[in-house]
T-cell receptor, first 111, second 113 residues
């Protein structure tokens, strides 16, 4: 089993749709969690950290379920500019040594 | 505030040539990383440096060496490039405390012919 798995995608959705991505991780000792977006041929950019209580940033909502070892990202009212690959990233410890990346889920928002 | 800066942005090498990829960060971060990204493979860790003066192998270190020159700079060297090293290389850094994310440089696209 891979350490971090994501929905295989791609997701093709119309503008204005709500889309949800899921990510599961295998190491129960994982400490911190992040969602990154990566545009084609560019570097990954932090979208949001994921906190235990869940957190929201505008149209984006992240949830963490430690018992089931999964993380989710919800995008509401999707825009054309949301088209990108979304990477789930898990840090096994809080000393920065062990970030594990999921393979990513590609999203295309269609006009 | 530049963040993480990588040079060069693009490079073409012939098999057997050597080169050094440079990375510098101005955020006073302790930890620095080198990743490679290939189609369908996701990001894989080559080497990392937890702090100035230390380096450790990641998942795919063969064919690479690194130097943590000081707190700001972390370079990646290919001594004898091979076509299998054609990839996009990303440098990243983090404060390495608490819930701190990685900050990435713009990447270096390397082609080995």
């Amino acid at each position: 089993r891979k350490e971090v798995e994501q929905d295989p995608g791609p997701f093709n959705v119309p503008e204005g749709a709500t889309v949800a991505f899921n990510c599961t991780y295998s190491n129960s000792a994982s400490q911190s969690f992040f969602w990154y977006r990566q545009d084609c041929r560019k570097e990954p950019k932090l979208l949001m950290s994921v906190y235990s209580s869940g957190n929201e940033d505008g149209r984006f909502t992240a949830q963490l379920n430690r018992a089931s070892q999964y993380i989710s990202l919800l995008i509401r009212d999707s825009k054309l500019s949301d088209s990108a690959t979304y990477l789930c990233v898990v840090n096994i410890d809080n000393y920065g040594q062990n970030f594990v990346f999921g393979p990513g889920t590609r999203l295309s928002v269609l006009p | 505030n530049a963040g993480v800066t990588q040079t060069p942005k693009f490079q073409v090498l012939k098999t057997g040539q050597s080169m050094t990829l440079q990375c510098a960060q101005d955020m006073n971060h302790n930890s620095m990383y080198w990743y490679r990204q290939d189609p369908g493979m996701g990001l894989r860790l080559i080497y990392y440096s937890a702090s100035e003066g230390t380096t450790d192998k990641g998942e795919v270190p063969n064919g690479y060496n690194v130097s943590r020159l000081n707190k700001r700079e972390f370079s990646l060297r290919l001594e004898s490039a091979a076509p299998s090293q054609t990839s996009v290389y990303f440098c990243a850094s983090t404060p390495s405390r608490g819930n701190s994310p990685l900050h990435f440089g713009n990447g270096t696209r390397l082609t080995v012919t």
